[in-house]
């Protein structure tokens, strides 16, 4: 199983960026994945998730500004953030596995990751 970001990129703060997610080896289209950040001297940290039934999860720090979004066709997941913030900046990730065991906020509950994409937010 392999995920790969793109869609990274500098934008001012209030600005949109969309983050896709293209996950390959898996036979079907369940599965879950969910996007993480992490900025310098910080712990990674969950921001959204969707899991195999297409549920999603936010953190409280990305509830409505950000959504996770998932094209079965492509097998793809997007993360559409709108109404940037400084704070948002980080390098983010993507991972992806069959099922996870609890919300698909913890870094701990995948296997799969992607090489991450840089998200620059100024002010």
């Known amino acids: 199983v392999q995920a790969v970001e793109s869609g990274g990129g500098s934008v001012q703060a209030g600005g949109s960026l969309r983050l896709s997610c293209a996950a390959s080896?898996?036979?079907?289209?369940?599965?879950?994945m969910g996007w993480f950040r992490q900025a310098p001297g910080k712990e990674r940290e969950g921001v959204a998730a969707?899991?195999?039934?297409?549920?999603?999860r936010y953190a409280d720090s990305v509830k409505g500004r950000f959504t996770i979004s998932k094209d079965n066709a492509k097998n793809t997941v997007y993360l559409q953030m709108n109404s940037l913030k400084p704070e948002d900046t980080a390098m983010y990730y993507c991972?992806?596995?069959?099922?996870?065991?609890?919300?698909?906020?913890?870094?701990?509950?995948?296997?799969?990751w992607g090489q991450g994409t840089q998200v620059t937010v100024s002010s």
């Open positions: 991972a992806t596995d069959l099922w996870v065991e609890g919300t698909g906020l913890t870094p701990d509950e995948y296997n799969y």
């Open positions: 080896g898996y036979t079907d289209s369940r599965y879950c």
């Open positions: 969707i899991g195999r039934d297409g549920s999603t």
